[in-house]
């Protein structure tokens, strides 16, 4: 079974688990509506990649923290939707959970995503509790305060703050969480892995950054240019189009070199170069050879 | 050391390990805002009581609890206040975390602390990693779909909801967990004890009711009346006072009937005895001797 596969189904069980008969129907509907249709799914993607590459064949456990991670960057996306914040109409095509279900749906299914993920990890590793303690603090970390992603997206009601503590808390550190958590399932250094997906983290920020001032509303499914009219810190602000694409090309042959010995070592590099070509704004892929 | 300075001091040293320098400073801020000061702290001294009571010495595993279920208590208040559910401009006395910090602080301050309240748990217990499962177990379900204070919140967006599943999912799931984790710290019995949680959440519902139809604005410390306004299912409502304050002793003594044979059984009713004399709304004191 691929990657992707293993993962939608994974994530349809962990719901099916707490979506049953006597939860309230339309909180179970939101909670769907978070996660499905999914985006490309990047960090569970990333997660497997790293215990695989790590000689890994403990696939329940990596993918109960691929679900976790996914859950909670679905959460984030939900709350970051909500009228106080982005005020989104749409997310991945269709309309954004306060939009389809009302604000306190909206709420709540952040919050039941927030739960679940923790949940769901401490029931598939009920039976190997020596892994449960490192991979819950890992991924609560990369989530909370004062470095996770709750942290990145509080930046924005503070009067200061720098583009690189913003981004590395509201989008690298659930990237590094993606490749420290695949380590631990494999027994691999978290430590080292974490480089990697601090640098992946980055790459994705800054593709999303160049997208935004790049690409059609049509291509990414939601409206753009939406960092320079809610003056957010952007890489593509700060260092122009050019600039950002050759930061993007870096961060990427950096994560590639980070990259510990392992098993799959030469497997994994391949993937992040597909990866980082999938990730470049059509418009500014010519611009990037 | 007695149970409440416990808490306390658990809470702040919970809230000290993630609100550090690196922060961002205002969402620390609405953390220490949520929890300090407290309530009345009951469900952290109900899981501290039942782990004394079934003769547990682990008073760092029972605090972790404790704290655990405080900090996810203080989150559910954070967002029920928020202007989409009860817009509510005061909590135990002074303003609600939105009025004081805005909406999106208070959206983050209440993933925050869910986040913490698991994050907290798996620090503490990482040394005894088979005990961390079962309560992550216990308490993520209390909080979560289907039948947790999430769920709870959720049945007010349903056409259709008993007074009970109401009742139960959004103020009583929280009570049974503490109770629950206090056996489970301690070893003891986690489903005997459940059922006197049960008890005591009801309990302490029917009480709130009552208060909200019948004490001062001031002597709670946020706007009366609001059930009735707000049209949601109420004991009081449903029974009439009279009827309400006899169910209150009812649930009373059902708690007392359902404790498990263990070491501080008799200490451990004279808490609830007493803690149930202090419920009942002033007002209401004599009607009900």
């Known amino acids: 079974m691929d990657a992707t596969t293993r993962i939608e189904q994974a994530l349809a069980a962990a719901i099916d688990t707490v979506a049953v008969p006597g939860c309230p129907p339309r909180l179970a509907e939101a909670v769907r509506h978070a996660v ?73 299914a ?31 970390r990369s989530v909370g305060m004062p470095h996770g992603i709750t ?12 583009v690189e503590e913003y981004h590395r808390a509201k989008t690298g550190s659930l990237f590094t969480a993606a490749t420290a958590a695949g380590a631990l399932v494999a027994g ?32 990414v499914g939601k409206p753009v240019g939406r960092d320079a009219v809610l003056n957010r810190p952007s890489a593509a602000g700060e260092l122009g189009i050019d600039g950002a694409i050759a930061r993007l090309r870096g961060l990427v042959t950096g994560a590639i070199d980070a990259i510990p010995a392992c098993p799959g070592r030469d497997q994994f590099a391949e993937v992040l170069m597909a990866e980082s070509r999938r990730i470049m704004p059509k418009d500014l892929a010519q611009r990037a050879a």
Not at 151 to 162: D, F, I, R, Y
Not at 194 to 217: C, M, P
């Open 36 to 108: 499905f249709p999914g985006g490309a799914r990047v960090r569970p993607r990333l997660c497997l990649a790293v215990a695989a590459a790590c000689g890994s064949r403990d696939y329940a456990a990596a993918d109960a923290a691929g679900v976790a991670i996914e859950l909670l960057h679905c959460a984030s996306l939900v709350h970051d939707d909500l009228p106080c914040f982005d005020d989104s109409p749409l997310r991945r095509g269709v309309p954004s959970v306060h939009r389809a279900f009302g604000e306190p749906l909206a709420v709540l």
């Open 188 to 219: 691999a250094d978290a430590e080292a892995w974490s480089v990697v997906g601090d640098k992946i983290g980055e790459a994705y920020q800054v593709a999303d950054d160049l997208r935004d001032v790049a690409a059609s509303a049509q291509e």
């Open 110 to 140: 952040g919050d039941a995503l927030i739960i679940l993920a923790f949940e769901h990890l401490a029931r598939v590793l009920a039976d190997s509790p020596e892994r449960l303690a490192p991979l819950l603090l890992t991924i609560s």
């Open 151 to 162: 942290a990145g997206q509080a930046w924005e009601c503070e009067p200061q703050v720098t």
